[in-house]
C-alpha cells in the first residue's frame, strides 16, 4: 500500500483539481475539520469510525508526474468506510445533506407561516370590531410576506448548483429536491390491527415490528444520497404493498400520510397509499438525479426520468404540486434532456449540439418551477445553439456559409450572455461565466481568420436541427415476493384484516376411541387449511370447531403455511389424540349460508322462518355461519 504523504495545502498547490482536495477534505461527521495530510486523514478515519480504514493512492511520489496522472484522469483514490458509502461521494452527500437540512427548515417555517394566514383570514371575515379587523389585516399582510419569502427562499433551495459538480466539460445541471415525511407511529396501527382485526398478541410479532421500524427509518430519516439509499427506498415503497395488503383494505382506513412539497413546502396530508407510494418513488428519482449530477451519469438520470414517467403515469389523484401530472410531465422532459447532455458532451458534434438545443426549447416551466430552473434551461438553449453553429462553420464548404453560421453563433451567444447577467443566481455561479465567455472566444476567434464583406443572412439558411429523441418508457418498480416482513403471520389473503376478522386461535384437544376411529372432521384447502364437514356429536363437534376454522397450528407446530397433505400427515401421525389450534373468521359477507341460529340448525329452514328466529332473537342472537371459498376443495376425512 503506498501512501502519498504530501503537506495538505502544498497538495492543493500542486493538484488542481476540485474532484481531488474535495475527496480529501471531508471526513464524516465533522465537515469543518482540514487534516494536515492525506496519512492523517486516514488515521484520523479510522479513529473516528473505529472501523479498518484502507487508503491506497496509485500515484507516484514526483508532483510532475502526479499532474500529468490528474491530467490524464488516472488517479485513483479509494477509501472505504465499514462497507458503506466510498470517500468519493461524502462531499455530494454532505452538500445534499446541508441541502436538505435547510429544506426542512424552511419546511417548518412554511408551514407555521401558512396556519398564520388561515388564523388570520379567519379573525378577518368574523371580526365585527373595526380595529379588530384592522389589526387582523396587518397581521394578514405581515403572516402572507413572510410565507411568500419563505417560499422564495426554498425556490433558491430548489434551484442550487451544487459546488461539488464536475463542470470542467459541461454546464451545472439540475437535481431534483428531496420530499420531506413528517414522522408518525406507523408500528402502533399495525400493532392494534394484528390484536383487534387478526386476533393474535401483537407482541409475538416484535421482531418484525422493529423490522419494518428500522426499514421506514432507513429510507426516510437516515437516508443517504448513494445507491445504498436507493435500495432503502425501494425496499421501503416493495414493504408498503405487502403492508396494505395485509393489514388495510375497504374495512380499514389507511394512516394519514404528511409529506412536504418539494417545490413550495406546502404540507399536504392524504389517507392513501398510492401517495405515499408515489412521494417514495419521487424521492428514488431525486436521489437518482443528484448521483447523475455528481457523477455525470446519464443512465442515472434516465433511470430518474423512467420513474416520474412511471409516477406521472400510475398516480393520476395528485395531492400535491410536485406530484401533478402537468408538473411530472415537465420533470420527465428535464431529466431526459439532461441525460441527452451528458451523452453529447461526452461525444460532442454539431448535430448533437443543435439536437440539444432542439431538446431545451421544448422545455417550459410555469409558475410552480423555481425562476432559476427556467433561466438555466434557456441560457442552455441558447449556448448549445451557439456551440453547434460554430461547430457546424467548420463543416460547410463555402467562407461565407461558415462565416454566416458563425453570424448565428454569436448571436446566440449574446442571448445567452443576456440571461445571464439578468439572473443573480447565474451570474454567481462561475461555471456558466466560463462557458460563455469560452465560447465567445472560440467563435471571435474563428471570425478573424474569415475576414470578409459584410453578410445579409437573409440570403442563407440556418443549419437544419435533428428531431428530437423519445422519451423513456415508464419504469416500473417490481414487487419483492420474498419482501413480506410479516410473512409470519399467514398467507395472504385468509390472513389480511382489510378483508377478514379473525378471533383468537383456541386450543382444543380432540381424541377418538380407537387408531380406528376418526375426529369428525375433514379439511380443505392450501395453506392455510380449513375445516369442513365436521360430524354431528364427533369429537371436533364437541370441542366447539366448526365449518371454515382454520388450522392454525398441530401440536404446536405452526401449519399457516403448510399444505394440505402436510395437514393430514401430521394429525395421522398423532395417533388416538391431537391438539389443535384453530382461528375463525368472524367477518360477515355476502353470500354466507347461515348454518344455525342459537344453536338450532337452519339448513333446511325457509326464509321466512329464518328471519322470523332473526327477529325473535331480540338484542342479542349467535349465529353460525359457513363459507363457499373460491379455492378449488379438496376433502380429506380425518
Known sequence: MKILNLPFRHALNRINSSYFYRSLSVIPGDNNTVVSDVKGEAEMLAKRNRNSVSLCLDVPNSPTEIDELVKRHDLVIRISINLSIPIYLLPMINDNIDLQKRRILLNADIEHLSRLVSGAENLVRAAECREVREKALLELNYATSQLELARDRLADVNASIYLSQNVEKGLPLI?????????????????????????????????????????????????????????????????????????????????????????????????????????????????????????????????????????????????????????????????????????????????????????????????????????????????????????????????????????????????????????????????????????????????????????????????????????????????????????????????????????????????????DGVFGFSVRGNMPVFVTDVDKDSPAQNCEMSEDDIIVSINNVDTRWATHDEVVQMIKACGKSVSLHPAQNCEMSEDDIIVSINNVDTRWATHDEVVQMIKACGKSVSLQLMRESTSVRRNQTL
Open 175 to 515: 437535481a431534483l429536491g428531496l420530499k420531506q415525511p413528517i414522522a408518525f407511529d406507523f408500528a402502533s396501527d399495525i400493532s392494534n390491527i394484528i390484536n383487534e382485526r387478526l386476533g393474535m398478541d401483537p407482541f409475538d410479532y416484535k421482531e418484525e415490528m422493529e423490522a419494518f421500524k428500522k426499514l421506514r427509518e432507513d429510507a426516510l430519516v437516515n437516508f443517504s444520497v448513494s445507491e445504498i439509499g436507493v435500495d432503502n427506498l425501494m425496499k421501503y415503497w416493495t414493504q408498503l404493498w405487502w403492508i396494505e395488503k395485509r393489514f388495510f383494505g375497504p374495512l380499514i382506513d389507511p394512516p394519514l400520510f404528511a409529506w412536504f412539497d418539494s417545490l413550495n413546502g406546502t404540507l399536504i396530508r392524504q389517507r392513501s397509499f398510492d401517495f405515499e407510494r408515489a412521494s417514495i418513488l419521487f424521492n428514488v428519482a431525486a436521489v437518482l438525479s443528484q448521483l447523475a449530477v455528481k457523477l455525470r451519469s446519464s443512465a442515472d438520470m434516465k433511470r430518474a426520468a423512467a420513474l416520474v414517467l412511471h409516477v406521472a403515469k400510475s398516480y393520476t389523484n395528485a395531492a400535491s404540486v410536485d406530484l401533478e401530472s402537468d408538473t411530472l410531465k415537465v420533470l420527465v422532459l428535464l431529466l431526459h434532456t439532461q441525460a441527452h447532455e451528458i451523452n453529447v458532451i461526452e461525444k460532442p458534434s454539431s448535430s448533437l449540439y443543435l439536437q440539444l438545443s432542439a431538446h431545451y426549447d421544448k422545455l417550459f416551466f410555469n409558475e410552480k418551477f423555481p425562476t432559476t430552473w427556467m433561466a438555466i434551461c434557456d441560457l442552455k438553449r441558447h449556448y448549445y445553439n451557439a456551440l453547434g453553429l460554430a461547430s457546424a462553420a467548420e463543416g460547410v464548404t463555402t467562407a461565407a456559409e461558415s462565416r454566416a453560421c458563425l453570424e448565428w453563433a454569436y448571436d446566440a451567444y449574446e442571448e445567452a450572455q443576456s440571461i445571464l447577467d439578468l439572473n443573480r443566481n447565474l451570474r454567481e455561479n462561475e461555471p456558466f461565466t466560463r462557458h460563455l465567455q469560452q465560447i465567445r472566444d472560440q467563435i471571435r476567434r474563428r471570425q478573424a481568420s474569415l475576414k470578409g464583406p459584410r453578410l445579409d443572412l437573409a440570403d442563407y439558411k440556418p443549419p437544419t436541427k435533428p428531431d428530437l429523441e423519445s422519451l423513456p418508457l415508464p419504469l416500473e418498480p417490481c414487487i419483492d415476493e420474498d419482501g413480506d416482513v410479516f410473512a409470519t403471520i399467514g398467507p395472504l389473503p385468509v390472513f389480511a384484516s382489510g378483508t377478514h376478522s379473525l378471533t383468537p386461535a383456541k386450543s382444543v384437544t380432540l381424541s377418538k376411541e380407537s387408531e
